[in-house]
């Protein structure tokens, strides 16, 4: 009778043990960290907003894009256009340059140089240069400077807004992922990290999801900033350096 007793209190705890392992190894599956899960279990402000963050970060790598390619444009344009047009104006041939200047269209420096050379070239070659030609040319490099300006900024301001805002969206997303997570604590009645683990997973995914968006769009931003500076620097100098040469040709 000892020896039976025994037995069934070992089988009882095999039996116990065997089932607890199988809770252990099932557990996992029902709270699956995989993001299709997650998004299977949110709900419709957090998927909302995870659906806003993917389009801020598809606009954002459209804007990347297309300014790295203007100002590689720009760049390449302008290294080239510099010494040709210096000659063209050297040997004091106003048509020569402007012709120069149209061939090479997207470079910052040839838009900004071909509005003074043809506000100079409208007053006519007959007589001296005047002072008042001087002028107008000056204030025709200046209004293109500025339009220059802003097509280099163009879509900045949006790539700025999507880096300060994308956190504070993705993580507006966690703040009513958690409270849907206690939520359901409170309705099932159920205390314990594991009863809001799997609510609190999904909350965070899109605070996460804020950041990826937020950070290359600040970084981007910054270093496109630098760039238009680097730009509008060499436009003053290349300016100031044209009107030079408007007045070394009055004094001839």
């Given at each position: ?12 705890h ?18 699956s ?13 957090p ?10 970060s598809?606009?954002?790598l ?5 300014r ?6 720009a760049r390449?344009?302008?290294?080239e ?18 012709k ?16 003074g050379?043809?506000?100079f070239?409208s ?13 107008s040319s ?9 339009i ?6 163009r ?16 993580l507006l ?5 958690i ?7 409170a309705?099932s009645k159920t205390?314990?990290?594991g009863a809001?683990?799997g609510?609190?997973?999904?909350a ?7 950041l ?11 270093y496109?900033?630098?760039k238009?500076e680097?730009?509008?620097v ?12 408007f007045i070394?040709?009055?004094h001839?």
């Amino acid at each position: 009778m000892i020896l039976a007793h025994i037995a069934n209190a070992a089988s009882a705890h095999v039996v116990s043990h065997f089932s607890f392992s199988l809770a252990l190894f099932q557990e996992p599956a029902a709270n699956s960290f995989s993001l299709v899960d997650m998004w299977g279990h949110m709900s419709w402000i957090p998927k909302g907003i995870v659906i806003l963050l993917f389009i801020m970060s598809i606009w954002s790598l459209a804007v990347i894009i297309d300014r790295a390619l203007y100002f590689s444009a720009a760049r390449s344009q302008s290294r080239e256009f510099a010494p040709k047009v210096a000659g063209a104006l050297k040997n004091g041939n106003l048509d020569e340059a402007i012709k120069i200047a149209d061939r090479t269209k997207k470079s910052h420096l040839a838009e900004v140089v071909t509005s003074g050379l043809q506000e100079f070239r409208s007053f006519g070659s007959g007589g001296g240069v005047t002072g008042e030609q001087i002028e107008s040319s000056k204030r025709a490099l200046e209004r293109s400077e500025a339009i220059v300006h802003s097509k280099l900024k163009r879509g900045l301001g949006g790539l700025a807004t999507i880096g300060s805002t994308a956190p504070f969206i993705g993580l507006l997303g966690t703040v009513i992922g958690i409270l849907n997570a206690f939520q359901q604590i409170a309705t099932s009645k159920t205390s314990g990290i594991g009863a809001v683990a799997g609510g609190i997973s999904e909350a965070l995914v899109t605070t996460a999801f804020g950041l990826v968006v937020a950070i290359p769009a600040v970084m981007c931003f910054n270093y496109f900033t630098n760039k238009v500076e680097a730009f509008d620097v060499e436009m003053d100098n290349s300016s100031s350096e044209l009107v030079d040469y408007f007045i070394k040709q009055s004094h001839l």
